[in-house]
């Protein structure tokens, strides 16, 4: 297919939760001469890591099953689909930068663990301590406490009383029916446990972006990936059509590739908080319990989101001749 010229658009930035700083901070970035879109959703989301939103993102909180906090990122060009993104990130703050990083200085998509913390050394970013008092009494509280809550299943000593180090319960040369292996309905998430920051932008180019940061859930099992990290799941943009991302259950909502179905549907004509419903629907009819969201935005500034296992949803709004953001409340599907 040719190129075709991207003419005038009115810019506006969406994203997850009332994070009225970082959609301020991404569309200032916006309107900054020979800013992109994927400036602002970089700016965005470093809003969220640095300020810590709701726990949920950045570093010194949610400290995993070791104590330690690591971090998940994904950054998307909607012009030419490339993607950025790092999971299992340690001892670096700055994870949509990092992602960005991937973007730019490599054909890669995606790095995890300490090969991308080496990665983001050798680009210059600082190697640093994520732990916080905050976490770091979090954690002892919950070592306390027998490791409750966690998510082992199938494993001796029994995960709901105590603590590890856990081996399989299954016997090796057993014969186990499928029942054994199917996936137990999640309980829902509580507070402070799904606010993922996810931003999708569009600027005066008509250009669009999209990202995602998280430090992924609390005492979570050492090298677990959230979907944030993944294109699809915690997020997706193209230019064509506009760009969806989530925010909830990842290990739920990654089965799913929520993000890519909302864009998906959209593309077929479905306005934004319709392809958001059926993306959400789509995951209850197997995980009733589950907490999420999917929030989209149409490459002509419309936008909507759906949600699930809560009461209701907000997420944040900055468009052109606005002054602040305006938060937009919905409320969650009954299924």
């Known amino acids: 297919m ?3 010229t991207q003419t ?12 009225i700083n970082a959609t301020r901070n991404a569309f200032a970035t916006l ?5 992109t879109c994927l400036d602002a959703v970089e700016v965005g989301c470093r809003t ?13 909180n949610h400290p995993d099953e070791n104590g330690e906090t690591t971090l998940d990122a994904l950054i998307m060009d909607g012009r030419t689909m490339g ?3 790092v999971a299992n990130l340690h001892r670096i703050k700055n994870a949509i930068g990092v992602a960005r990083a991937v973007l730019r200085y490599s054909t890669h998509s995606l790095l995890v663990g300490e090969s991308a913390t080496k990665f983001a050394i050798d680009m210059g970013f600082k190697e640093e301590d994520l732990h916080s008092n905050a976490s770091i009494e979090a954690w002892n509280k919950w070592k306390n406490s027998n490791c409750q809550p966690n998510y082992r299943r199938n494993v001796q ?3 709901t009383t105590s603590c590890g ?12 029916t499928y029942i054994d292996e199917e996936i137990p309905s999640h309980r ?12 999708l932008a569009v600027d005066p180019n008509g250009n669009m972006a999209a990202g995602a940061s998280t430090n992924g859930l609390q005492f979570k099992i050492p090298g677990r990936v959230a979907d944030s990290a993944l294109v699809g799941s915690g997020a997706y943009v193209d230019n064509e059509v506009g760009g969806a991302c989530a925010t909830g259950d990842g290990d739920v909502m990654q089965r799913f590739v929520p993000s890519y179905h909302a864009v998906q549907l959209m593309r077929q004509g479905t306005a934004p908080d319709e392809a958001c419903s059926d993306a959400i629907a789509r995951i209850a009819k197997f995980y009733a319990n589950f907490t999420g969201a999917v929030l989209a935005l149409g490459k002509d500034g419309r936008h909507g989101a759906a949600c699930h296992g809560m009461n209701s949803f907000p997420y944040s709004v900055m468009q052109q001749g606005w002054k602040d953001p305006q938060i937009v409340q919905i409320p969650c599907l009954k299924l």
Do not use: R
């Open 48 to 60: 969220c890591e640095d300020e810590q939103c709701d726990g949920s993102v950045g570093w010194g």
């Open 83 to 85: 993607v950025g993104a």
């Open 2 to 4: 040719s190129s075709t």
């Open 157 to 159: 000593p029994d995960p």
């Open 165 to 176: 180090p856990y081996t399989p319960k299954f016997e090796a040369g057993k014969i186990y």
């Open 188 to 199: 829902p998430l509580p507070d402070g446990e799904h606010d993922t920051i996810g931003m």
């Open 31 to 35: 309107l900054t001469p020979g800013a």
């Open 8 to 19: 005038a658009a009115s810019p506006i930035v969406v994203n997850t939760w009332p994070f």
